[in-house]
């Protein structure tokens, strides 16, 4: 029998339907129940790609003596850490606050009003090595709730007024200049892992943001430069050949257990691959190594094959586990089947030759890396070392993928998220336009227009998801509004089509004028430098208030919504001249000056945004007929300009003043003798132009790029 989440959109949810259980989902109905009958509610947040929600979920949510201790004792609500990340993080703060650490699945007891009174995260269903059981915690929250209910409601308050305390201070400071920059590189080469690439010990996470502050660094003259170079050279290189990256279908995997990046955690999420193909593509373009663009067209391809939806977005994740047959009729999730290999299973489908060289090229061994003798694939040689090798493993890699693909696939979480998919939109546009594949800008232009056509609500606010085309209900939170606005804006650089920076355009107004802090902008027009707020004015939920409203300036899995916000607020000012836009972006980057120096593996994102403020950015007006192949030409070597955060406008002559609008940084500015020309401008104020690609790359400090084909092509990036 289903409980009440048969009608949730989040498939997350939909996974619990049928738990016994009484789940719900947040929302007053729950909470006003849970004051009906005076009992706690039970809080899970979780997400389809997690391993130990998965766990958890069967070990106790699906076992019906432990729901009947639920159903009696508690009012059960389900959450999608994915869906609504505002609840996420206003409860993930208690959890941390009161045990020390957190993480999914997340399990926090609440008053009915919302206050957290205890919390932690995974409870197995058995005493274990000192751990509770989760019927014993059950037990325990139930007594004190009703033989010590003022400790209880004490401890409720004293928590929710600590976190909102926390929660509620806007990060003061200043933003990172180029010498606490040069300080944070210096940091951060004293906590890399000099054996194996990365920062830090095991679990390793792919620190794609961080990579990205490290490539635009090297494109200045610090003199820090090679030593940013050298360290995301070395992370993006280890990475690529490791068993986290998938070697056979491309993409990457959620992290590494170990120091060395030979286990993954198998779950796949859009957010990373979108972030890892992008800062893969600068990696090629700032050092021109073969690798950075491989990685990042296989990662696009594996984005658009295994996530794509019909509707042109992208789903969200694969998940950690693969459902096969448990010999009794059922199915049980077992963690990496589908993606693991033993020498025998490489010589069955290869042949004992090709199957035997794979094996040593992939570094699968009898003894295996992984489980029950299995291993993962690393790339130990080099196949692109020689032409015929290089052949070789293309033979090999397709016959492979061949055979897995008729393997039990894990389950994908299908619904749309908009920041994650802003991100996606960014590196699908840029990859498609350096790497001439206009496959993958007609790909970002789809997902462009999804976002913008499904996710906003009647007053065109942006909505947080979507599945099957049809959007959910929670706002769209400060990530979702810097993300999407930075894929706009990488769209529009890219095919130059107006109708991108002016969604962008529309999206930061919202910034501005609902997540400003109070006393800030609130859309006068006039510059404010106060601070973003996670969550918009407007949708603030009542049952959070009490726990504060949240702006947290460090960078997690992904941008930050401040470093999110600070990046497109930037780009924006850059196009526009707009002095609102470049205060607001400079005082969302308030904490890079001390995280810099605190935490700089925390501020990724933050840094690369401080680092494009530092080098101006660059502006680059490229004014040209569309179709003419020297305007292309042009284009794409504005396009591989390495300067941080150089942004790019692509305009016919008067486009910025004619029919359709267009950006304010192409206004007058035309032909050069009746030739396509470029001007690099800094704030507005521009060099002389230039009409040769040489000319323009020698301005950038970077090298010539034009299309392969340039001589027959007469077309703009498609």
């Known amino acids: 029998m289903a ?109 009915p009003d919302g206050r ?39 401890a409720g308050h004293r928590i929710a007024a600590a976190l909102a305390e926390r929660s509620g201070a806007l990060p003061r400071g200043a933003v990172a200049g180029p010498d606490e920059l040069a300080d944070a590189v210096r940091r951060l080469a004293q906590e890399e892992d ?41 992370t993006l290189g280890a990475m690529a050949r490791s068993g986290m990256y998938d070697q056979v279908g491309g993409g990457f995997a959620r992290y590494a257990v170990d120091a060395g990046w030979v ?3 198998f779950e796949k999420m859009l957010y990373d691959n979108a972030l890892l193909a992008r800062v893969y593509l600068h990696w090629w373009r700032l050092t021109g190594e073969p690798t950075g663009r491989r990685v990042a067209e296989e990662t696009c391809d594996w984005m658009l094959e295994a996530l794509g939806t019909p509707e ?15 010999g009794r009729g059922g199915l049980h999730g077992v963690e990496g089947a589908t993606y693991v290999w033993t020498p025998d299973q490489l010589r069955e489908v290869l042949g004992e030759d090709e199957g035997t060289w794979a094996a040593r090229v992939l570094g699968v061994a009898e003894a295996g890396t992984f489980e029950h003798g299995t291993s993962t694939l690393q790339l130990l040689d080099d196949p692109w070392a020689e032409p015929a090798s290089a052949v070789r493993w293309a033979a090999a890699r397709e016959r492979l993928r061949a055979a897995r693909a008729r393997r039990p696939q894990p389950g994908r979480d299908d619904k749309v998220v908009a920041a994650w ?32 056509d499904v996710h906003r609500d009647a007053d065109g606010h942006l909505l947080r998801v979507s599945r099957d085309g049809a959007a959910g209900t929670p706002a769209g939170t400060l990530e979702d509004h810097g993300d999407v606005a930075e894929g706009l804006l990488a769209l529009h650089g890219v095919t130059g089509e107006p109708r991108w920076a002016e969604a962008a355009g529309q999206v930061l107004q919202d910034v501005l004028t609902r997540f400003a802090a109070e006393g800030g902008d609130g859309g006068s027009g006039e510059p404010g430098g106060v601070g973003l707020h996670d969550t918009a004015s407007d949708a603030v939920d009542a049952r959070l208030a009490v726990l504060g409203r949240p702006a947290d300036p460090t ?47 925390f501020a990724g994102w933050g840094l690369a945004v401080a680092q494009a403020a530092a080098a101006g950015p660059v502006e680059v007006a490229v004014v040209g ?34 029919p359709g609008g267009g950006v304010p940084l192409l206004a007058d500015r035309g032909l050069v003798g009746g030739r396509a020309a470029a001007y690099v401008c800094r704030g507005f104020v521009c060099e002389l132009p230039v009409v040769a690609p040489a000319d323009l790359a020698a301005a950038l400090g970077t090298a010539q790029v034009v299309p392969a084909d340039s001589e027959a092509s007469d077309t703009p990036v498609q």
């Open 116 to 154: 957290p009174f205890h919390a932690g995260t995974y409870y197995p269903p058995v005493p274990v090595r000192g751990m509770a059981s989760f019927r014993q915690v059950l037990a325990a929250v139930s007594q004190a709730w009703t033989q010590r209910r003022g400790d209880v409601e004490d």
């Open 312 to 326: 042109g977005g992208l789903a969200s994740s694969l998940d950690a586990d693969t459902p096969v047959p448990d």
């Open 263 to 265: 286990v993954p955690h």
């Open 421 to 452: 998919n802003g991100l996606a939109v960014a590196a699908l546009a840029e990859v498609g336009a350096l790497c001439e594949r206009p496959d993958l800008v007609r790909a970002a232009r789809r997902c462009a227009a999804l976002l913008l």
């Open 555 to 601: 960078d997690g899995a992904t941008p930050s919504g401040a470093s999110a916000a600070a990046g497109a607020l930037l780009s924006w000012a850059a196009l526009t001249g707009s002095t609102r836009h470049r205060v607001a972006a400079e005082a969302a980057l308030a904490a890079t000056g001390t995280l810099a120096a605190a935490a700089p593996r």
């Open 625 to 658: 007929r569309a179709d003419d192949p020297a305007a292309r030409a042009l284009h794409l070597t504005a396009l591989a300009g390495t300067s941080p955060g150089l942004v790019v406008a692509l305009g016919e002559p008067g486009a910025a003043t004619g």
């Open 3 to 111: 409980n009440r989440l048969a009608a949730a959109t989040s498939p997350y949810l939909l996974q619990h339907a049928d738990n016994p259980v009484d789940w719900q989902e947040w929302g007053e109905e729950a909470f006003a129940e849970a004051r009906r009958r005076d009992v706690p509610v039970l809080l899970s947040v979780g997400y389809a790609a997690c391993h130990w929600c998965h766990v958890m979920a069967h070990e106790s949510f699906e076992d019906a003596e432990t729901a009947a201790v639920v159903n009696a004792g508690f009012v059960s609500v389900k959450v999608d850490r994915e869906e609504r990340p505002d609840v996420d993080a206003a409860y993930m703060a208690a959890v941390t606050a009161l045990t020390g650490q957190g993480g999914w699945p997340m399990t926090v007891f609440l008053a």
């Open 194 to 234: 000099a054996a194996s690439g990365g920062f830090g010990g095991a679990p390793k996470f792919p620190p794609s943001m961080v990579c990205e502050f490290l490539l635009r660094h090297a494109a200045t003259d610090a003199p820090t430069a090679a030593l940013a170079r050298d360290l995301a050279g070395r």
